[in-house]
């Protein structure tokens, strides 16, 4: 069976760019050819470089946040982001990787002296779960950060408060954004937009 036919697309640095379309349109299928899983003909290229020529070094430069939550949920939230530095920044320094957390952190919407930053993963919400699991993605500042559903389950104004923390990280670190979502509540905010149907990209522009 053929999940996706002759899709073909540029995604820019500076940009968040959202991919839409019904169940079972192969969206998932996409961002996975796009983060690891070799698709079984064509091609993705970053920077003109074919990222499956040397994966290791490529997929590096890509963060990719499922739809569950990938984090321990009984550390809390700063001991979890961490032990990420730890294992994904081998070599750094315990100051280092602090700096990185606490940057991330307030960022996202957990601020120097925040309680939260003590609590288990398990208590929080939903939607600070969903910020905490993009920042662990973003704990080795890759180039490129991709994200299945990142607002599913959320009520209308954490969706839209992700969604902008989202657009104004790819804004001011010249990132590329790209997520999967359901929902058009916040769709104004991409720069992006694209439209995939029965495996086939239908529409790709603003919104």
């Known amino acids: 069976k053929v999940i996706l036919d002759k899709v073909s697309f540029h995604i820019q640095p500076n940009?968040?760019?959202?991919?839409?379309?019904?169940?079972?349109?192969?969206?998932?299928?996409?961002?996975?050819?796009?983060?690891?899983?070799?698709p079984d003909s064509g091609f993705v290229f970053i920077n003109g470089k074919d990222i499956y020529t040397?994966?290791?070094?490529?997929?590096?430069?890509?963060?990719?946040?499922?739809?569950?939550?990938?984090?321990?949920?009984?550390?809390?939230?700063?001991e979890a982001l961490t032990y990420i530095g730890r294992l994904r920044i081998p070599g750094?320094?315990?100051?280092?990787?602090?700096?990185?957390?606490?940057?991330?952190?307030?960022?996202?919407?957990?601020?120097?002296?925040?309680?939260?930053?003590?609590?288990?993963?398990?208590v929080?919400?939903?939607g600070e779960r969903k910020r905490a699991n993009v920042c662990s993605e973003l704990i080795i500042d890759p180039e490129i950060l991709m994200l299945?559903?990142?607002?599913?389950?959320?009520?209308?104004?954490?969706?839209?408060?992700?969604?902008?923390?989202?657009?104004?990280?790819?804004?001011?670190?010249?990132?590329?954004v790209l997520l999967i979502t359901h929902t058009l509540n916040a769709i104004e905010l991409c720069d992006e937009v694209m439209y995939v149907e029965n495996g086939k990209?239908?529409?790709l522009g603003e919104p």
């Open 148 to 176: 299945d559903e990142p607002t599913s389950n959320l009520d209308p104004n954490a969706e839209y408060n992700l969604m902008m923390l989202l657009a104004t990280y790819a804004h001011e670190n010249h990132k590329t």
């Open 92 to 122: 750094a320094s315990k100051t280092k990787i602090k700096s990185r957390v606490d940057l991330l952190l307030t960022k996202f919407g957990f601020p120097s002296g925040d309680d939260r930053r003590g609590k288990q993963i398990k």
């Open 15 to 38: 940009t968040l760019t959202a991919i839409i379309g019904p169940n079972g349109a192969g969206k998932t299928t996409l961002m996975k050819v796009l983060s690891g899983e070799r």
């Open 54 to 78: 040397d994966p290791e070094y490529w997929l590096q430069q890509i963060g990719y946040v499922p739809v569950d939550n990938i984090l321990h949920e009984n550390l809390t939230l700063q």
């Open 124 to 126: 929080l919400s939903s």
């Open 201 to 203: 990209l239908r529409a």
